[in-house]
């Protein structure tokens, strides 16, 4: 039975911005104050708003906050309105008589005063529809009466229009018109479908939509950690909507009490700048903190808490205090590539890029408070300011379970506030094979781009934003054998470093300056290469050239042609965009821009209905020395594969097959077995493209995508070079047949090992 006086009751109004907030009380309710549910509450709501008229948002407050939007409030401010109206019209038992008859006005005034005064408020499609049903009485009870009967009703009757007339003008009405059929008093169904709050516990700024949608169509779930996803449809759109319901959404009210209670005493202390220089160590120090004062919190409580309850509640706790809120739930979930959160925040969804499902919205609703607090924390991470001055903040976000990208822009760029994009880096490194499972890359462009890395090629990664441009970088640092040192320089750390290093790599990463930021102490992107020619003989990777910077890289690939592999990524949708970027756009001399040998394009392949897209690499196009000014004009482009939209691959053009490559040759004139000979330089390329293809086969045949990643394609690639070495020094000659013979029965043999290996484990 419902309590309709909570035993603490109040609301305030509150304004923020352009928002008038009703909140109401609901602290020690016996059940989850809901205008869709609860009839008492409906109706307190609506008589609220009796009061204080205009609002643009209803919050229950009761441990979590409810929070209706403005959409939803409009629904009840609506009936409010029309009830006031309702009872200017004086339908009293005097009035009713004197419009009609004493007599008749006695039968009816009880039913009508019991849908106007307590049905409208706390079920008004209950009244609407009785009204209907009174009318429909009415029209019977005519067709028996006498002409004067009638003349009385078909005064009442008028009286029922302009009250059916006041309900059929709100919106709630005319939403459910269609539903009222076989309506029953209390079914509150219909109610669900239009009013459904987001749920924003007391510990976090952030709302978040917990009910899936009544009209959704479900087509995927799964759980990240104990998070819940779920992919729905939505008939009246095209975007998919991107469900979770993380744990902290889930407690019981004994937990919330503690997270809550927990959250305050942690506050007093604000971490410092100089914690933040070292975020893990300072969530490491604060994850022990949180779980002695849980523990301490569930003592006080009287509340039992399992081991796993302390450990949910501590890594709660821990994001949000010095983490990042339910940013951290999503960026855990590796299938979510993107998220974007636009301005003015409170009133818009977050949106992510999903791996299956492409573009999505969220259920996921941030605050300026939750924008705001995220913004001082990148601050101090990055030690980048975030000002009038510098609107972008560009920077890299790492976590427990996840590496990001983040891009922040502030006022005045952004006149409505704070706006955000995150970039989620995949957790290992990309690998040739894996491109080709997913049809980024043919086998034999693996192959060819893995002959280009051992050639010590300049490589130009050029495409779109989020065509993959850093992926590829990534796995051709894979292709470097680890005998070599690396040294990487980005603005934003994006390139898997760390991973790299715990592989064996010899790899040294540089952070330079941002191009978009100005008074730091940071070194130049330019200083930061030119630097590198001072550090011993190096591959060197460039993150993304951007600005001033394509100078010194140029110098650099000038100077470490024919020595070590230089490579970097560029916005470019063609060769010829690389050259009008690189010349025209950042400066570079034409003949400086020759030391390019090969530019790899790759660019997003949209299906004709507009409503999916993928990744592919679409061009490898070598960059040619006999030229003066236009490349396009003067051939200085030759195109060695170009993706085939019937094949949806790669394909080698002409100037490949016929061996009309001069980077290709160029190569071959310092191997002895090669030099002169097409043949030998092709079915090298073939051999690696068919050991590549040789191990997503395998690894699609035991269902073992671990051997598509970083760890094994690395033994992969030193067990070829180890073969090609050994035979070559057995015969004198690199026998492709036998090479291939020896790299098949290695990785058959280290397959089944590792596959035992995994069986035992389980």
């Known amino acids: 039975m419902e309590n309709d006086n909570p035993p603490v009751s109040g609301y305030e109004i509150i304004r923020e911005g352009d928002d008038i907030i009703l909140r109401i009380n609901y602290e020690g309710y016996a059940i989850v104050p809901s205008i869709e549910d609860s009839a008492a509450v409906m109706t307190r709501t609506i008589d609220i708003l009796l009061e204080v008229g205009r609002v643009t948002k209803i919050v229950f407050s009761q441990r979590r906050d409810y929070e209706y939007e403005m959409d939803q409030a409009e629904l009840l401010l609506e009936i409010a309105d029309a009830y006031k109206k309702m009872i200017k019209m004086n339908l009293s038992f005097a009035s ?89 008093l209390g079914d509150r169904s219909i109610y669900r479908t239009l009013f459904t709050p987001s749920i924003k516990p007391d510990f976090t700024y952030t709302k978040l939509s917990a009910s899936p949608p009544s009209d959704g169509k479900e087509l995927a779930s799964y759980n990240v950690n104990d998070t819940e996803v779920t992919i729905y449809s939505i008939p009246e759109t095209i975007q998919y909507l991107y469900h979770m319901v993380p744990p902290e959404f889930r407690l019981s009210e004994e937990h919330y009490q503690i997270l809550d209670a927990a959250r305050r005493i942690m506050a007093e202390h604000r971490p410092k700048k100089s914690e933040f220089v070292d975020p893990q160590r300072m969530r490491s120090i604060f994850s022990k903190i949180g779980s002695d004062l849980i523990e301490e919190l569930a003592q006080y409580y009287n509340v039992r808490l399992s081991e ?353 490559s001069e980077i290709l040759k160029s190569i071959a004139g310092n191997v002895k077995d090669w030099a002169g000979n097409w043949d030998a330089v092709w079915e090298n390329i073939q051999l690696r493209a068919d050991c590549k293809k040789l191990l997503v086969d395998l690894a699609e045949q035991v269902k073992n995508n671990d051997l598509l990643e970083a760890p094994f394609v690395l033994q992969c690639n030193d067990q070829f070079h180890r073969f090609s070495d050994q035979i070559k020094e057995e015969i004198g000659t690199l026998d492709i047949k036998r090479i291939y013979a020896e790299y098949e029965q290695w990785l058959k043999r280290a397959i089944k090992k590792g596959n035992i290996m995994k069986k035992m484990e389980y």
């Open 96 to 184: 009713l008589a004197s419009q009609t008859s004493p007599a008749f006005a006695q039968s009816i005034y009880t039913t009508l005063q019991n849908i106007l005064y307590n049905l409208l408020k706390s079920d008004p499609l209950g009244a609407y529809v009785e009204l209907m049903r009174l009318e429909r009485r009415m029209e019977l009870r005519m067709e028996k009466e006498t002409r004067q009967e009638q003349k009385v009703i078909e005064n009442f009757m008028s009286i029922l229009d302009k009250l059916l007339q006041l309900f059929e003008s709100t919106q709630l009405i005319q939403h459910c018109k269609t539903l009222v059929s076989g309506y029953h």
């Open 308 to 660: 796993k309850n302390v450990q949910q509640l501590t890594d709660i706790l821990i994001r949000y205090t010095v983490g990042f809120g339910l940013i951290e739930n999503l960026l855990a979930d590796e299938r979510v590539q993107d998220i974007t959160i636009n301005s003015p925040l409170g009133h818009i969804p977050m949106f992510i890029v999903h791996a299956d499902f492409v573009d999505c919205r969220t259920n996921i609703m941030p605050t300026i408070p939750e924008a705001e607090s995220w913004a001082s924390k990148l601050r101090m991470i990055s030690g980048r300011p975030l000002d009038e001055a510098n609107p972008i903040l560009d920077t890299e976000l790492e976590l427990p379970r996840a590496r990001a990208r983040v891009a922040v822009i502030g006022p005045p760029l952004n006149p409505h506030g704070l706006a955000y994009a995150f970039r989620r880096h995949r957790d290992k490194p990309w690998t040739l094979p894996l491109f080709v499972q997913s049809h980024m890359v043919s086998p034999l462009a693996a192959g060819m781009l893995s002959f280009l890395v051992d050639g010590a090629r300049t490589m130009l990664i050029a495409g779109t934003r989020s065509a993959g441009k850093t992926s590829v970088l990534s796995s051709l640092i894979v292709e470097i054998m680890r005998k070599y040192r690396i040294i990487t320089i980005e603005d934003t750390l994006e390139l898997p470093t760390t991973p790299l290093r715990n592989l064996g790599y010899n790899i040294q990463s540089m952070k330079v300056a941002s191009a978009l930021t100005s008074g730091t102490t940071e070194v130049s992107a330019s200083e930061g290469i030119r630097s590198t020619l001072r550090l011993g003989d190096s591959s060197l990777i460039v993150g993304e050239v951007r600005s001033e910077e394509a100078r010194a890289l140029y110098e650099a690939m000038r100077v470490g042609a024919l020595a070590n592999v230089v490579a970097g990524t560029i916005h470019g949708d063609s060769p010829y965009g690389v050259f009008d970027r690189v010349c025209n756009d950042l400066q570079v001399p034409k003949t400086s821009f020759k030391a390019t040998d090969i530019i790899v394009v790759a660019n997003p392949i949209r299906s004709a209905d507009g409503l999916h897209r993928w990744r592919r690499v679409t061009q490898i196009t070598e960059v040619g020395k006999q030229w003066e000014n236009d490349p396009m004009r003067e051939h200085g482009f030759t195109d060695l594969m170009k993706y085939d939209s019937k094949t949806d691959s790669l394909q080698p053009t002409s100037s490949l097959i016929h061996g009309d």
